[in-house]
């Protein structure tokens, strides 16, 4: 069963900084692409990043673009966002999701998703 | 910009069905636009339903569909039950980049 668990949320001030992690179980990580996607408080889905397989391709939001990192440890079956210069326009719920292949472009797809994580900005 | 945009909200009765959409402000909605459908009801996470316009995940109901409709991505929900009200998001692929709709709170009554 394709298990993702995200943590690292939390309360933190605007100009900070946050990492969040996504412990992966339930298939061979390595060998998928991952993507984080939010949603504020009562508002819609929003893309964030994504990362192939092997790390070495990367994409952001022009949202987040400069100011997030995404990476992966496939040794630890672990996806990672690191998440600095933090605005109140970053709270919101980050989710965890599996990618149907390698690499995160169609026409593979969004498949499994983890049950997100809270992260706060406020002063 | 890109703007993908959904019905804000759709109400149906049980047992009958509904069909939600997703325009692009680029143009029309083809199948090079891989649409993918998410349901999630509240306090839930999102779930996948369906990929490349028409594709079912191995785990969706087999009510829900999804087309290429005038120029829109659309889901139809066939014989609709109350465990389907919630929220469904649309996502199209714009050669590299990944965007959602604003989502259509599909109310069953």
């Known amino acids: 069963e394709v298990q993702l668990v995200e943590s690292g949320g939390g309360l933190v001030q605007p100009g900070g900084s946050l990492r969040l992690s996504c412990s992966a179980s339930?298939?061979?990580?390595?060998?998928?692409?991952m993507h984080w996607v939010r949603q504020a408080p009562g508002k819609g889905l929003e893309y964030v990043s994504g990362i192939s397989s092997n790390g070495g391709s990367t994409y952001y939001a022009d949202s987040v673009k400069g100011r997030f990192t995404i990476s992966r440890d496939n040794s630890k079956n672990t996806l990672y966002l690191q998440m600095s210069s933090l605005r109140a326009e970053d709270t919101a719920v980050y989710y965890c999701?599996?990618?149907?292949?390698?690499?995160?472009?169609?026409?593979?797809?969004?498949?499994?998703w983890g049950q997100g994580t809270l992260v706060t900005v406020s002063s | 910009q890109t703007v993908v945009t959904q019905e804000p909200s759709l109400t149906v009765s049980p047992g009958g069905t509904v069909t939600l959409t997703c325009a692009s402000n680029t143009g029309a909605v083809t199948s090079g636009y891989y649409p993918n459908w998410f349901q999630q009801k509240p306090g839930q996470a999102p779930r996948s339903l369906i990929y490349s316009a028409s594709n079912k995940h191995s785990w969706t109901p087999a009510r829900f569909s999804g087309s290429l409709l005038g120029g829109k991505a659309a889901l139809t929900l066939s014989g609709v039950q109350p465990e389907d009200e919630a929220e469904y998001y649309c996502l199209l692929y714009y050669g590299g980049a990944w965007v959602f709709g604003g989502g259509t709170k599909l109310t069953v009554l």
């Open positions: 339930g298939f061979t990580f390595s060998t998928y692409a």
């Open positions: 999701v599996k990618h149907s292949s390698g690499r995160y472009v169609a026409p593979y797809y969004f498949d499994y």
